[in-house]
């Protein structure tokens, strides 16, 4: 070989590993460090989360598992306002669907402080121009929560026990706690029987809740016969197109919703160019001095733990709030287990995507993420019905600066942002409806033909 050409291939071989050196800075070599330390398994594939495409290692329910064709479905059904068909007035038919409180340009959450459903009217550019329908008089006739909702985001990686109480599944934190399920405690437990995730439990019993139908009637009116027939090929025909069916589809689809273009999930893969260097710091202090991991441990930041954090719950707030289940909703997971040290203990959501809506926390009691971060820094509790005694013994005081909130606020609101998570939402339904709400006001303001 040429002695020179022999020498610019070492050079360029060089420089290929001096600039690969170059872009894994001392700054990136402490996160690493520190990020390993905090895995179980010690290394920084531990929170990388599943590709959408990549089935087999999302995290699913072993009675429900995850087919392209199930997910399919799932997607059209998640946003398809014609299963609309139990509304509290005739003039709610047909104008709402999963979506209208799961809003995909909110971040799958509402856009206001609390969702509406049935009795909601309008949608904005991304669900904050919702409002109460004229023909819906009180709080108890709307389809509302008593809390603000989880975002579905990431949902696969906590949805063994969901909603913040944690009362639908079957096992892990609710092992123990079978004889809950045939107790009057909350309308739907019975359900955790059957032996499913508390993702696929709490869509069945919120089927109903929601005012919703299927059945082979509907399934053919709305064309998705064939897809029920792709999804459920080995479910009896007397079954296939049930409201069951509907909610294994719908939680197949959102387990699949995972937010991996967040630049924290692309430095994670390798592109240590995905964040900034503010972003990296915050991090570094996410996984070190404040000691976020301690509760927001799992691949998606989010657990299937529940703490108490003291903050204020949503009927403190000006919202339309059927009291009786704002009252049940504040007790966290103590409404559920019974058992007093559980009370205002709420489980720990995921971390991803929180710029969405302006609105933190169960009880949308935070306008601000910085605000938020101050709030955990400083570690005071703000609701006094929250006794001390069953505050979390990590939520003290974390001593960081003004520069060090800035930098982890960055961090939240950046890098764990996956910008596109709109890519989840179908171009159109089968039946040709709008979405993610039907009534007048918002096909008007989203200029959509049926």
Not at 151 to 175: D, E, M
Not at 355 to 375: A, C, I, M, N, Q
């Amino acid at each position: 070989m040429n002695k020179f050409y022999f020498l610019a291939i070492l050079l360029l071989t060089f420089g290929a590993c001096t600039q690969d050196v170059m872009n894994v800075s001392s700054l990136d070599l402490q996160l690493e460090n520190a990020i390993r330390s905090a895995a179980p398994d010690h290394t920084l594939s531990y929170w990388v989360l599943a590709d959408s495409r990549d089935y087999a290692n999302i995290p699913q329910d072993p009675k429900n598992t995850l087919t392209r064709e199930k997910v399919e479905l799932g997607n059209f059904l998640f946003f398809e306002t014609g299963l609309a068909l139990d509304p509290q007035y005739d003039v709610g038919k047909g104008t709402y669907s999963c979506s209208s409180c799961h809003i995909a340009e909110s971040d799958f959450k509402p856009g206001r402080k609390q969702g509406i459903g049935d009795g909601g009217v309008g949608t904005g550019n991304r669900g904050e121009a919702r409002f109460k329908s004229k023909v819906y008089p009180d709080a108890a006739s709307l389809d509302v929560q008593g809390i603000r909702p989880l975002t579905v985001l990431n949902v696969a990686y906590s949805a063994k026990n969901t909603q913040w109480n944690g009362s639908f599944g079957s096992g892990q934190a609710n092992k123990g706690f079978e004889h809950r399920f045939s107790d009057d405690v909350d309308e739907g437990l019975h359900l955790n029987n059957l032996g499913f995730e508390g993702l696929e439990t709490q869509l069945m019993e919120g089927f109903k809740l929601h005012r919703m139908k299927m059945d082979p009637e509907i399934a053919d009116t709305l064309g998705y016969r064939t897809y029920f027939d792709a999804a459920f090929p080995n479910v009896d025909v007397s079954e296939r197109y049930s409201a069951r069916n509907v909610a294994l589809a719908m939680a197949a689809y959102l387990r699949t919703i995972n937010t991996t273009e967040a630049p924290f999930q692309k430095w994670l893969k390798g592109d240590k160019y995905a964040m900034t260097d503010q972003e990296k710091r915050g991090a570094l202090l996410f996984y070190s001095k404040a000691n976020c991991t301690s509760c927001h441990a799992g691949p998606a930041f989010s657990d299937t733990r529940f703490f108490a954090v003291g903050v204020n719950n949503l009927n403190d707030l000006a919202t339309f709030v059927d009291e009786p289940r704002a009252r049940n909703k504040n007790y966290g997971r103590g409404f559920f287990t019974g058992i007093k040290e559980d009370l205002h203990k709420f489980k720990v959501p995921t971390l991803y995507n929180l710029t969405g809506t302006p609105f933190y926390f169960h009880g949308s009691s935070k306008r601000d993420l910085r605000e938020v971060v101050e709030y955990f820094n400083q570690a005071i509790p703000e609701n006094p019905e929250v006794p001390e005694e069953v505050i979390a013994s990590n939520f003290k005081p974390l001593g960081l600066t003004a520069n060090e909130v800035d930098d982890i606020t960055a961090f939240l609101a950046n890098g764990l942002d996956d910008p596109s998570v709109t890519r989840y939402k179908p171009d159109a339904l089968p039946s040709g409806n709008c979405f993610p709400n039907a009534d007048p006001v918002s096909i008007q303001e989203m200029r959509c033909v049926e």
